[in-house]
């Protein structure tokens, strides 16, 4: 599994390609049945499957980020929207000064906003994937029951792609551990435990390997359009000029995966 989290390339195996590929995940609660690393192990399987097929270089991922409305778990850690947004554009920085002008963040948790932010600030240099349209075409793919509304949490699709890319890390207890939730508008303040005991928002029992699998073939074919777009922006717009001639529809910042 490691080789899936953290690439272990030498210098002189590293592609020479204009595009790199950043797995943002968390480090929190996903119920019973699925590890803290869960967005973690989901960005990286995304990059992982996006790198096979296109001409992209994997960087190891950010593990833990903005996951404070989970802090009524043990487990749980956190970093500030701050923090992650100087991360990002470190590494986007980093990555400028290499030759590699071009950086697509894999977002497998849905509550780092600012990623958004760090994107719409780049002027056209970065790319935020998979966003909710994506998330839901995936979902449409792979048969899914439960909408991105419902399943918001180590739900059927979280579970799916777990099942399928890392069965050893899924326990027991999915198949009867499902909750709804649907109305969560107090959920930034009041944090998930007032939406659920166990920690899971969504249908789990639904989830299967056949999904998960079907989910990821989409988000693969899906990544196509985002690179065009990214490539099509230029090189050299990012952060050190001007950071509106070269905007990218990333959906206003609500272009975040739901899990």
């Known amino acids: 599994m490691v080789g899936r989290t953290v690439p272990m390339h030498t210098s002189t195996e590293e592609r020479d390609v204009r595009v790199a590929l950043l797995p943002v995940g968390s480090f929190e609660q996903h119920g019973p049945f699925l590890p803290l690393a869960t967005?973690?192990?989901?960005?990286?399987?995304?990059?992982?499957?996006?790198?096979?097929?296109?001409?992209?270089?994997?960087?190891?991922?950010?593990?833990?980020?903005c996951s404070h409305e989970h802090a009524?778990?043990?487990?749980?850690?956190?970093?500030?929207?701050?923090?992650?947004?100087?991360?990002?554009?470190?590494?986007?920085?980093?990555?400028?000064?290499?030759?590699?002008?071009?950086?697509?963040?894999?977002?497998?948790?849905?509550?780092?906003?600012?990623?958004g932010n760090v994107v719409q600030e780049s002027g056209g240099d970065m790319a935020l994937f998979p966003g909710m349209d994506e998330w839901e075409d995936a979902r449409a793919a792979a048969g899914m029951a439960t909408s991105g509304i419902s399943d918001m949490h180590a739900g059927e699709l979280e579970t799916s792609i777990l099942l399928h890319a890392h069965p050893e890390l899924v326990r027991p207890g999915y198949e009867g551990?499902?909750?709804?939730?649907?109305?969560?508008?107090?959920?930034?303040?009041?944090?998930?435990?007032r939406y659920t005991g166990s920690g899971v928002i969504g249908?789990?029992?639904?989830?299967?390997?056949?999904?998960?699998?079907?989910?990821?073939?989409?988000?693969?074919?899906?990544?196509?359009?985002?690179?065009?777009?990214?490539?099509?922006?230029?090189?050299?717009?990012?952060?050190?000029?001007?950071?509106?001639?070269?905007?990218?529809?990333?959906?206003?910042?609500?272009?975040?995966?739901?899990p």
């Not at 967005?39 to 994997?58: F, L, Q």
């Not at 590699?100 to 849905?110: A, E, F, I, Y």
Request: hydrophobic share 40%; with cysteine.
């Open 203 to 258: 249908r789990p029992s639904l989830a299967s390997a056949g999904k998960g699998r079907d989910a990821l073939a989409s988000l693969v074919r899906a990544f196509g359009p985002c690179l065009a777009v990214l490539d099509e922006q230029g090189e050299g717009a990012g952060q050190g000029g001007d950071e509106g001639q070269h905007p990218v529809d990333d959906g206003d910042g609500e272009a975040l995966g739901r």
């Open 72 to 115: 009524g778990w043990p487990g749980t850690v956190s970093i500030s929207a701050a923090t992650l947004h100087a991360v990002v554009r470190d590494v986007a920085e980093s990555l400028r000064r290499a030759g590699v002008p071009k950086l697509v963040l894999v977002s497998g948790h849905g509550g780092n906003y600012v990623l």
């Open 39 to 65: 967005d973690t192990v989901i960005a990286c399987t995304v990059a992982a499957e996006v790198a096979e097929r296109y001409p992209v270089r994997v960087l190891p991922p950010v593990t833990i980020s």
């Open 177 to 193: 551990a499902d909750h709804l939730a649907d109305d969560r508008r107090h959920l930034l303040t009041a944090g998930m435990a």
